[in-house]
């Protein structure tokens, strides 16, 4: 129980201080700049050319370009504006296509062909193209060529401002992703930081490292997608290919995290849909690197698989949580798998949302993809995230209520009723376990003295109350002891690895006083025992057995000495 508060308190702690700390962040001066000029937005106006026609007076969010594949052309012009903007740059979206900007048919930027040839595709990106302050007046030109199969439909908007106000604006715009996208990895990170601990402490489980597999891959996903890596590397190719490459990962990682908690026929089904991603994944990074065709052209076939998926898996968890009711009475089991069915389900809801959207804008509708988003998906990540944590939780609790249960029932088992020291079946579980081992150990035996007599004399209540006393006795001199037990009757044991012959000089003195201060207070009885002490370096082959039957030697040759001296002192009397 120890490590489990420890770790939920480090969990919470750090994430406590995240979220505050990017609420301020976002909530900060950087996020809400007033702009220095406006950001204008170029978007009619133009003249538009695709499939060998041209179409004047475009409203870039209406033109219906269709899909461009590969080596379509569209080109779009538009002479500009006079707009009072210092240090102006031109701010638009391109993806998986070769970019020329011209003025006044004079090239001054170019983007895409290098990436093609070295990576066989081009990034997605926001271009970022620097204007002269003399721009107005002047024809603009911006040719997007093709590079893949069905590789965009729909023109993005295109805006002249201020470089850094442009800058700005794209992260304030994205706010929501790149929030979602850091607490995701940022959680995954420490889950990937506790989980030897945790799984070295709680039973080898491994959900929590398929729990921050998940986290890390909707992260990556979430910021990729929204062109947000940029911000922490100036490989541009990295960012479409951790896309991609994290959206097909997606499936796998769920799967994995639901055959972590899955058993018998489940399991078999969730291992065979997981082998089917995963082999699907490897396929298409192969014939990626082959460079037989990207990683880019084959979301069809993941958004085709993920339909049928989906409503299994869904299936599945509430059929086995129909059954599991019918067994099970644990309300920590009930809320865990109500969470994780919750969270998922809202997470495949939001994410189909954004599936069917993203197709109905790249395949039918007139704005083309490029006005699609993820945000269902996003939110849907962070609460099936909250959800697998939850579940986390009170699967743990669950488990540390049964393994409480199951200590318990073993502490009846190998526990004295009367005095809550070992037993007997303990002692000699614990002598058993010692035998053989390199390491020293001690035994003292002991024999109580006047059970008998109190019992016959005083009643069995007393003679009860005689033996816990001696038991409480033993317990404040010998704390440091491995084992403290009872044997039955009146025969006691103490166990000890660092018990030497000088030490256990110390120790017969401090119990003798202990006897001692005891008997002062005691007016019906008195303590009083016989005992034997004996090491393993007196028996061959470390025998505790051996070394137990020395110590009671020992204690019982100390009863007669003593049995004889009352005796002669009777006679002499």
Same mark, same amino acid.
């Given at each position: 129980?120890? %490590? ?6 480090? /969990? ?11 609420? @301020? ?9 007033? +702009? ?13 050319? %695709?499939?060998? $026609? ?8 209406? =033109? ?5 594949? *590969? ?7 538009? @002479? ?10 031109? %701010? *638009? ?6 970019? #020329? ?25 926001? +271009? ?37 106000? !442009? ?78 490459? $994290?959206? %097909? ?43 037989? =065709? ?29 059954? &599991? ?6 309300? &920590?089991?009930? =809320? ?53 944590? /939850?579940?986390?939780? *009170? ?8 393994? !409480?249960?199951? /200590? ?20 000699? &579980? ?60 009146? #025969? ?21 006083? @202990? ?14 025992? $016989?005992?034997?002490?004996?090491? $393993? ?31 002669? =002192?009777?006679?002499?009397?």
């Amino acid at each position: 129980m120890k %490590y489990w508060n420890r770790f939920i308190l480090i /969990l919470v702690t750090a994430m406590t201080l995240f979220i505050i700390g990017l609420n @301020t962040l976002f909530n900060s001066s950087f996020f809400h700049t007033q +702009n220095k000029d406006p950001i204008y937005v170029l978007s009619e106006g133009w003249t538009v050319t %695709y499939s060998g $026609s041209t179409y004047d007076n475009v409203v870039l969010s209406s =033109a219906n370009i269709g899909v461009q594949n *590969f080596n379509d052309v569209v080109t779009m012009s538009i @002479t500009l504006p006079d707009y009072d903007v210092s240090a102006p740059v031109l %701010y *638009f979206a391109s993806a998986l296509s070769e970019v #020329e900007v011209s003025l006044d048919d004079k090239v001054i930027y170019t983007f895409g062909s290098d990436y093609f040839e070295r990576f066989t595709f081009i990034p997605k990106i926001y +271009n970022n193209v620097a204007l002269p302050y003399n721009f107005a007046g002047r024809k603009l030109k911006i040719t997007l060529t093709s590079k893949d199969v069905t590789a965009f439909s729909g023109l993005s908007q295109v805006y002249i401002g201020n470089r850094q106000d !442009i800058s700005l604006w794209q992260l304030q715009s994205l706010r929501l992703p790149l929030f979602v996208g850091i607490f995701l990895i940022v959680f995954a990170s420490l889950l990937f930081i506790l989980a030897p601990y945790i799984f070295l402490f709680n039973n080898k489980d491994i959900r929590i490292v398929c729990s921050a597999l998940i986290s890390m891959d909707l992260g990556l996903y979430i910021l990729s997608y929204n062109k947000l890596i940029y911000l922490f590397t100036h490989f541009l190719i990295l960012n479409t290919f951790i896309e991609f490459l $994290s959206l %097909y990962l997606v499936p796998s990682c769920i799967l994995l995290y639901l055959c972590s908690i899955s058993k018998d026929t489940n399991l078999k089904i969730f291992l065979f849909m997981l082998l089917i991603n995963i082999l699907l994944t490897v396929s298409v990074v192969i014939i990626h690197f082959m460079r037989i =065709a990207p990683i880019t052209r084959f979301t069809s076939i993941l958004h085709g698989v993920a339909f049928i998926e989906m409503p299994i898996t869904v299936v599945i968890i509430v059929r086995d949580l129909k059954q &599991q009711k019918k067994v099970s009475t644990s309300f &920590q089991y009930y =809320a865990s798998e109500n969470i994780i069915l919750l969270g998922l389900i809202i997470f495949m809801s939001f994410s189909i949302i954004d599936i069917i959207k993203f197709n109905v804008y790249k395949y039918m509708s007139i704005k083309g993809e490029v006005y699609t988003d993820i945000n269902y998906m996003t939110i849907g990540s962070l609460v099936f995230m909250i959800c697998v944590l /939850l579940n986390y939780l *009170f699967y743990t609790v669950n488990s540390l209520n049964l393994e !409480i249960e199951r /200590l318990h029932l073993v502490g009846l088992a190998y526990s004295d009723a009367l005095t809550g020291l070992a037993n007997r079946a303990r002692c000699e &579980q614990v002598m058993e376990n010692l035998t053989g081992t390199n390491g020293s150990f001690s035994i003292v035996s002991m024999d109580m003295d006047y059970l008998k007599k109190t019992n016959d004399s005083l009643g069995h209540e007393e003679g009860d109350r005689l033996i816990v006393g001696f038991a409480t006795i033993l317990n404040q001199v010998f704390w440091d002891a491995e084992l403290i037990g009872r044997m039955g009757g009146d #025969e006691f044991i103490v166990i000890s690895k660092d018990l030497s012959s000088k030490g256990w000089s110390k120790k017969l003195h401090e119990f003798n006083f @202990t006897i001692a201060e005891w008997n002062k207070k005691e007016t019906k009885f008195q303590y009083s025992a $016989s005992i034997g002490f004996a090491s $393993s370096s007196e028996a061959p082959g470390h025998s505790a057995i051996d070394v137990y039957m020395l110590a009671d030697s020992r204690m019982y040759a100390m009863k007669h000495q003593r049995h004889m001296a009352r005796e002669g =002192a009777q006679v002499n009397v």
